[in-house]
Each structure stands twice: as structure tokens, then as C-alpha cells.
């Protein structure tokens, strides 16, 4: 990774800091903050799933396990809020090597991995659901107490700051993946097993460091997320509505890249609230116009789009 | 002079066998492979070859028998470990990584040894310019040749820097003319001190380039030795062109 490569990044941060001092409008900050929480939440799946081709199609098990931990630790223990992010993270990360553990040792592929995944987060969903010490069905506050020192804040612009703060990093590690011998051997397990083994690619290492890192990413997320809206259930934490739009943000803004989960969940997002706007809050209608996109993204890849004008401008431009 | 290893049995193999339910695709092979040779392993279609070369290089658990590279034992050792010991091998189905560069391609096999990027990649370039991928480096693996596709293959084993290097038929499919430029490729790999073991079925190929030849058919070992005396041989012959053929061949001499 060289400082040129990481410009882009650089620059992400200056106009997330220039929005945070200029725009004013809670509707819109709530909006960008509730984004950019997606969007690390996607970076940790894009680093799996867009690098690795492991489609989870479970990452509310370690965005949850991320959010209660926090919300856990804080609350019922009284640690304060950035060791309890922390450990959020850490025991996110551990439950990404407990499963893919399993689950790769296994052997497990493809639409077989996307099930399992799935299923560890449902049955965590339950659980959560169901003990004391998450609260259960009723969830789990945690206390208004503002200031820094809590890493809570009054004012929106301040968390907007932090989350790009935090995305930026995410981003940067994802980088320094990409750029690095286990990114290029993650890649080379995404394209063809049987090769990358062959070529001294010690495959279930390299997809059990990426699980761990994808889901200590999403449970920064998680973590992130209670921090903010200071209260989670477990069809919060846990609710397949994140690993769809985990997994969604990365495909749509193009998956393998550093910048797509950060398009991919502007363009989600963007468009839910537009529908709403527009057709009021029919439940499920933005699930129709995401299914829709999908389609799309699928049939004419966005990242592709670049390449394509060129061609044609190419095509042109040739005799 | 490159022939001349210390240990005749560089790559040993003894006994190696491998049943598929009843059926037995290869049954107690054992031949050598001297270091610092080109050694064809030949035989038939379905003879059992892929199948032994996949036993060697750790991708099927033998059923019975040994592999020694240089005296140590590592039958049934996993791909990757095996690949760091200093074997590689290449993949008769190409298996290009499409997505990829060529120049990518060729360094995932330099990320073995070197855990730089910036040196994984000179590595990349400069074992690519041998194999005369040079031109085609930027461009995705997908868009190649089956001659190029061929050579990457070998690019990305070699980059992995082996110490012996398994090749399935990397010469099939090829023209005439890729075939002639190809062969001066293999002859520099083994300059390099590359031992290399070959399941080759253009005969050509084998006659010029290989030292030693090992055929086998219906899972079995059933002629070892120079390349001239063992395509000369009845049993060889008879493997290919079917019972009594020799006898046949030899009468209309």
C-alpha cells in the first residue's frame, strides 16, 4: 500500500468532515450516519465474500455479537465504552474463527456456506431472544450519558465524524489486505481452490484469518450501531435485514473493491428513503426496488461500467 | 552437464497405488525420477497417469505405497505443504485464476517464497519474460491462448521456485510451430536445475526432450528406461496398438 493508493480514502474523509460542518438537517445526518454504519458493516462482508467468494449470507451473527457485547459490557458490567467496542469487536472476530472453523473445515461451499451462516445467525437470534442477560424480546437500553468520554455524542455532525473516522480505517485495512500477499492469496482462493492450493496457498488459513477480520469488522459495526441509537433487540442485532444489506451493499457497488461497499450503501440507502419519500411506508417496497437493483447489478455489473464506456469510446475511436 | 544428481531417486515412488471403490486406477507403481532430469511419464488414455501424478503432488490419498523427494517420505502430505517443500505441479485442465492478470496469476505462485509485493511482482515479470508471457502480463488470463494459457501454467508452478515440477500434458493442444517454441522453454527450466517429471503424449516431444521414460497402463508400471529402447519395446507397443501388435510390426519390418 502506498500513499497515492490510499488518497481516495484520504479524500472520503476530508468531504465526510466538510458535510459534518455544513449541512445542518438532522433528517440528513441521521441518514449518513445510519450509511456509513452499513457501509462498515459491508466492508467487513466485501472482505469475505468480494475477496474471498464466501458468500455469507450470516453476517447479523457477528454484527449482533458485536452490538451485544458492547451493549453487554457497558450496561450490565459497567466497563466503559470504548474497551466495550472493543471487546465487541475481539468476540466478533473469535465467533468468525469459531464458525468458519467449523464450517471450512468442513469443506463447505458455496450456497452450503451461505445456508450455515444463515443458520448460526437465526439460532443466535433466538437465543438473544430468549436469555436474561441480553434483555430478551424486550432488548437492552444502554444509558444516555453523554460525552466524549462514553463515545456518546449530543450532536449528530460529532458521530458522523466518527463513523467516517472509523469507515476510513476499515477502508484502509482493506487496502492493506488487497495490496498484501494474504489479499492476493485470498483472491487466488476466490478464483480457483484447486490452483491456489497447488501453488502453496494454504487455503482453510487464509479463509479463517479473512473470516475473522470480515466479522471484527461487522461487529465494529454492530458495536457502532448501539452506540448510536443506544438501544438494540435481537431482531436488530441479529436480524437478517443486516446480512441482506451487508451483502447487498458490496454487490451492487461493486464487490472485491475498496470503495463499493461505501457506493453500494449510498445507493441502498438513497433509494429506501427515496421510496419512502415518494410512495409513503408501505412496508417491503424498498425490498422490491433492492430486488430489482440486484437483478440489474448482477446483469450489468456497476464497476464494469467504467471499462465498458471506454470500450465503446475505444471502439469509436478505432478505424 | 545438468543430468548428474548426487541421489539417483530424487522423487521415489514405491508401491503407489489407489483403488476407487473396486476399481483399481493405479496398482503398485514404482519408478524414479533422478535429480536434474526431464523424466516422461507416458501410457495410454485412462492408464492411470493424471491419477498418479495427483497422488504425488497431494491432491489423492494413496490407498497404499510411498512418495520420497529426496529421501523424505511425504505421501499424502496436503498440496500446499507440499508446494513449500519444493514441488509444484501443473493442472492438464488449465486453471487459470480468469479474473486475474497473467502477471497476478504468476504472482500468487511468487507469494510462496517472498512475502514482499513488490518483489513477488518483479518475480512475476521476470519469470513471465521467460516463458515469453511478456506482452500478455497486463492483460486478463481469460483472454489467452491455449498455448498461452499452457505456458502460464508453467510461469505460475515456476514462480513458486520448485525443486521439481510436475507437468500433465502441457504440451497438448499446442501447434506445430508453439510446440517448437515451447520445447527450448522446458530444456531452460531444467538448465535452471529444475527437475522435471512430464506426463506427455506427444511423442516428439518425449523422444527429444526426455532422459528417462517410465509407461504405464492399466494402473501398472509396465516398462521403465531410456526413451529409444522403451518406445521399441513389445510390451509398450502392445500397450498402445493393442494385443500382438509387435509381432505384427515386427513381421512387416
Known amino acids: ?319 | 552437464m545438468t543430468g548428474q544428481g548426487r541421489d539417483p531417486a530424487f522423487l521415489a515412488v514405491r508401491d503407489l497405488t489407489k483403488r476407487f471403490g473396486g476399481l483399481t486406477a493405479v496398482s503398485d507403481a514404482t519408478f524414479d525420477v533422478r535429480e536434474g532430469s526431464i523424466t516422461g511419464l507416458i501410457g495410454p488414455n485412462g492408464a492411470g497417469k493424471t491419477t498418479l501424478f495427483a497422488m504425488i503432488a497431494g491432491f489423492e490419498q494413496p490407498s497404499a505405497g510411498l512418495v520420497l523427494l529426496d529421501g523424505e517420505e511425504i505421501t499424502g502430505r496436503k498440496p500446499h505443504d507440499l508446494a513449500k517443500l519444493g514441488l509444484a505441479r501443473t493442472f492438464q485442465i488449465v486453471q487459470p485464476f480468469a479474473g486475474l492478470s497473467v502477471r497476478e496469476n504468476i504472482a500468487v505462485g511468487a507469494f510462496l517464497r517472498l512475502a514482499k509485493r513488490r518483489d513477488a511482482l518483479a518475480l512475476a515479470e521476470e519469470v513471465g519474460q521467460r516463458l515469453g508471457l511478456g506482452p500478455q502480463l497486463d492483460k486478463p488470463a481469460a483472454a489467452l491462448t491455449v498455448a498461452g494459457r499452457k505456458r502460464l501454467e508453467v510461469a505460475r508452478a515456476l514462480a513458486t521456485r520448485p525443486r521439481i515440477l510436475l507437468l500433465d500434458e502441457v504440451l497438448a493442444g499446442l501447434n506445430p510451430s508453439e510446440l517448437r517454441d515451447f520445447l527450448p522453454v522446458l530444456q531452460d527450466i531444467r538448465a535452471g536445475g529444475v527437475t522435471i517429471l512430464m506426463i506427455e503424449h506427444v511423442m516428439q516431444a518425449v523422444m527429444s526432450l526426455c532422459e528417462y521414460v517410465h509407461v504405464i497402463s492399466g494402473g501398472r508400471i509396465i516398462a521403465s528406461g531410456e526413451a529409444a529402447e522403451v518406445v521399441g519395446n513389445p510390451a509398450v507397443i502392445e500397450a498402445y496398438l493393442g494385443h500382438g501388435a509387435a509381432q505384427r510390426l515386427a513381421g512387416h519390418a
Open chain 1, 1 to 319: 500500500m502506498t500513499i497515492r493508493e490510499a488518497l481516495p480514502i484520504l479524500g472520503f474523509l476530508v468531504v465526510a468532515v466538510l458535510v459534518s460542518l455544513f449541512v445542518t438537517s438532522n433528517v440528513v445526518l441521521n441518514f449518513l450516519v445510519f450509511t456509513l454504519i452499513l457501509a462498515i458493516a459491508a466492508q467487513g462482508w466485501n472482505l469475505l465474500g468480494g475477496y474471498g467468494g464466501q458468500y455469507s449470507f450470516g453476517h447479523a451473527a457477528f454484527f449482533g455479537m458485536g452490538a451485544y457485547v458492547s451493549a453487554i459490557l457497558q450496561q450490565r458490567f459497567g466497563v466503559n465504552a470504548y474497551p466495550a467496542v472493543a471487546f465487541g469487536m475481539v468476540a466478533a472476530a473469535l465467533l468468525g474463527y469459531a464458525i468458519g472453523a467449523m464450517v471450512f473445515r468442513a469443506g463447505l461451499r458455496g450456497s452450503y456456506f451461505a445456508l450455515v451462516t444463515l443458520a448460526f445467525a437465526e439460532v443466535l437470534r433466538i437465543l438473544a431472544n430468549a436469555t436474561e442477560i441480553t434483555g430478551g424480546a424486550a432488548g437492552l437500553l444502554i444509558s444516555l450519558n453523554l460525552g466524549a468520554g462514553n463515545l456518546q455524542f449530543a450532536n449528530r455532525s460529532s458521530f458522523l465524524i466518527l463513523a467516517a473516522v472509523l469507515l476510513a480505517l476499515a477502508m484502509l485495512m482493506t487496502l492493506a489486505v488487497e495490496k498484501s500477499r494474504i489479499g492476493a492469496q485470498l483472491v487466488a482462493v476466490r478464483e480457483n481452490e484447486a490452483a491456489a492450493a497447488a501453488l502453496g496457498v494454504d487455503i482453510l488459513a487464509v479463509k479463517l484469518r479473512a473470516i475473522s477480520l470480515s466479522a471484527g469488522l461487522t461487529g465494529a459495526a454492530g458495536a457502532l450501531y448501539a452506540q448510536y441509537f443506544l438501544y438494540i433487540d435481537s431482531n436488530i442485532a441479529f436480524g437478517t435485514w443486516i446480512s441482506v444489506e451487508a451483502l447487498l451493499a458490496p454487490i451492487i457497488g461493486g464487490a472485491g473493491t475498496v470503495f463499493g461497499p461505501l457506493i453500494g450503501a449510498l445507493i441502498l440507502q438513497g433509494l429506501s428513503e427515496g421510496t419512502k419519500m415518494l410512495i409513503g411506508k408501505i412496508p417491503g417496497v424498498d425490498l422490491i426496488i433492492f430486488g430489482a437493483l440486484l437483478i440489474l447489478v448482477v446483469r450489468f455489473p456497476l464497476h464494469r461500467i467504467p471499462g465498458v464506456i471506454a470500450a465503446r469510446w475505444r471502439g469509436k475511436g478505432a478505424p
